[in-house]
């Protein structure tokens, strides 16, 4: 089968294209003819070998698809061949075919198009995860959103107005914070022309945020977490910026907060009901028009390495995504 395959770690230059076989499932895998395979933050680390899970070498990158079910284990029982469906498969999907675990792997909603199902699951399933079950969010209170112009960053910034919050949206550029506002977010800061720390005091009348939604990390950790409110709840969600931030202990002892990580596949995996619950909400609020994926382009399986240099550079405002079938 084509693939998009890395052979040696590294950038996305050293992607090609190429031959793989074409996977064997278990009984408790289906085998998916790939249609769309979105790009994903950890697509960008996977490649370099910086990614907590680590395939052998060669393998095709890609961990969120959509397409059509192929091959259906005798185990798996929600899904039967011929069903259009989408999956996280944690790599492989910038391929013709992709083997996911069934448990991973849902049925498309009547009217779902590839290339929502294939920028969904992974994006809009981390933010009501870090929102409802870590974050606690309850109406009315105020929500910062670091990175809001990128996928889950975008999600965050919906799945918080849904869920009532006021939402203030933070990114790098005005062109970024436009979409945000777009999408819903009640105000913006734009981080590399005004102070993070300073504007948000301006913003929450000195009184701090309830919950602050951090995928970005870096220099932004610290003056993120002195935003806090009393007893507030700051996400780690990822570190897009860089390393992972070293923060002073005092400030979360004198604000009463909290500093909470958020691994939502994990989250997936040891609480499968809560988790299926997320999704029929984020599936109820999709099909209603509520929640909507912002494409910000898509590519083919041949441009996949420079799709995923986009995200890399920070061009990509929402998901990107790469039309396989």
Not at 46 to 61: D, G, R, S, T, V
Not at 175 to 183: I, P, W
Not at 219 to 239: C, K
Request: hydrophobic share 40%; glycine share 12%.
């Amino acid at each position: 089968m084509k693939a998009l395959i890395c052979r040696e770690f590294g950038s996305p230059d050293h992607l090609e294209i190429g031959e793989l076989d074409t996977p064997e499932i278990s009984d408790h895998q289906v085998l998916i003819r790939v249609k769309a395979c979105g790009v994903n933050f950890p697509d960008t680390l996977i490649i370099q070998n910086k990614y907590q899970f680590k395939p052998e070498l060669p393998f095709a990158p890609g961990g969120e698809v959509s397409g059509i079910a192929e091959k259906v284990g005798k185990g798996v029982k929600h899904i039967k061949a011929g069903d259009s469906v989408f999956a996280l498969t944690g790599w492989g999907g910038l391929a013709e075919y992709v083997a996911a675990d069934g448990h991973k792997c849902l049925p498309m909603p009547k009217g779902m198009d590839f290339v929502t199902g294939a920028t969904t699951m992974y994006t809009c399933g981390t933010a009501l995860h870090a929102l409802k079950q870590r974050g606690q969010l309850k109406a009315g209170e105020k929500l910062l959103v670091l990175g809001a112009s990128g996928g889950v960053g975008l999600a965050a910034v919906q799945i918080g107005k849904l869920m009532g919050a006021h939402v203030v949206a933070a990114a790098s550029t005005d062109e970024k914070l436009r979409v945000c506002l777009d999408e819903g977010a009640d105000e913006t800061i734009n981080y590399s022309e005004q102070d993070l720390k300073e504007t948000a005091k301006a913003i929450t009348n000195g009184q701090g945020f309830d919950v602050i939604f951090d995928p970005v990390g870096d220099r932004y950790a610290e003056p993120a977490v002195r935003s806090l409110a009393w007893q507030g709840r700051y996400l780690v969600v990822g570190f897009a910026a860089g390393a992972p931030s070293a923060i002073p202990m005092n400030l979360p002892l004198l604000k009463g907060a909290s500093i909470v990580g958020v691994f939502w596949g994990t989250f997936a995996q040891k609480q499968a009901r809560e988790s299926m619950e997320n999704f029929q909400q984020i599936l109820q609020w999709i099909e209603s028009g509520q929640l909507r994926q912002h494409i910000y382009k898509t590519y083919t399986l041949e441009e996949g390495a420079q799709a995923i240099k986009d995200l890399m550079e920070r061009k990509v405002i929402g998901k990107n995504a790469i039309i396989i079938g």
